[in-house]
């Protein structure tokens, strides 16, 4: 988890793919959602608690290696629900503004981009405030659907995943996961 940023072939430093699959007498219903590093060129150099992260490529470069990514994502998942739970203000904020910024500029008909200032909004372990974020988001949700089938074959299928992220893919996550 201490590695950042993106690769110059679009390869985020740290990936998780994860299915729940639940299995009930004949019925088995999986979901698919990732998480991964924020995919522009950046890092938190020196080794104390929490360094200032910063850029550390052009505009150029970045917009290569992001749409890279997001190209693969798309392909192998279809639409992409980003949510976005790196902090807004202090250390944190040079990342949302370059993770906005390749979103936005991106402007993909497969993403759709969600922010949530977990830190903001969960502030005193009130965890149960995710229930904001995912109000926010309950027709994405809807929409995306999940696997289901049983004996007799295939009920239904998931449509795209949610690709979540704080700075370290770590705590926040889990959370909204």
Same mark, same amino acid.
């Given at each position: 988890?201490? $590695? $950042? ?8 430093? +740290? ?26 060129? *950046? ?5 104390? /608690? ?18 890279? #990514?997001? +190209?693969?994502?798309?392909?192998? /998942? ?20 370059? /993770? ?6 991106? +402007? ?10 977990? #830190?903001?909004?969960? $502030?005193?372990? #009130? ?20 696997? *289901?089938?049983?004996?007799?074959? #295939?009920?239904?299928?998931? +449509? ?18």
């Amino acid at each position: 988890y201490k $590695r $950042r940023g993106v690769d110059e072939n679009g390869e985020v430093a +740290n990936y998780v793919e994860t299915e729940q699959i639940i299995s009930y007498q004949s019925h088995e219903v999986s979901f698919v959602q990732v998480r991964g590093s924020v995919p522009v060129y *950046w890092s938190q150099p020196g080794f104390k /608690y929490r360094p200032p992260p910063r850029i550390d490529k052009g505009e150029a470069e970045t917009k290569v290696a992001f749409e890279t #990514h997001f +190209n693969k994502e798309i392909q192998k /998942y279809g639409p992409i629900c980003v949510i976005n739970l790196v902090d807004q203000t202090g250390k944190e904020k040079v990342i949302f503004d370059a /993770y906005s910024h390749y979103i936005l500029e991106y +402007n993909s008909p497969f993403i759709t981009y969600v922010t949530y200032d977990f #830190h903001e909004y969960c $502030r005193g372990m #009130h965890f149960e405030n995710v229930s904001i974020l995912i109000n926010a988001i309950i027709d994405v949700i809807k929409d995306m659907n999940y696997c *289901w089938r049983d004996k007799q074959g #295939h009920i239904c299928s998931q +449509n795209g995943v949610f690709r979540v992220n704080c700075i370290d893919c770590l705590d926040r996550t889990n959370v909204v996961q």
